[in-house]
């Protein structure tokens, strides 16, 4: 059992994505060896392409504000607070924040990404 102070955790932001900011709660070099776990804050306008992750799965779950995922069809769906949004291993994936305020949301990802 370990306590982690998010205070001294880091905050990161993907490539390419300044106004993305993540922090990040539990990584493997904290002592996690199945998953990981940030909370990313998505800025209106913002959100990620689509990208599938071909060995790990990962679930959403939404703090505040919403944020409009899409599938690698096109399908659409909108999750706000108290929504949770699994995607499947190797599922493409995009989120977009269309609304007016900062989404922000807690992501496990399992197994972590490489």
Known sequence: MKLINTEETR?????????????EVCRTDLGASKAIVHIPTIKPGDGSDVDPHPASEQVFVMLSGELTFRDGTGKELVA??????FVPINDPHATHNKGTEDAVCLVITAPPIK
């Open 11 to 23: 905050c990161w932001s993907p490539e390419g994505r300044d106004d993305v900011v993540s922090q």
């Open 80 to 85: 706000g607070p108290g929504s949770t949004v």
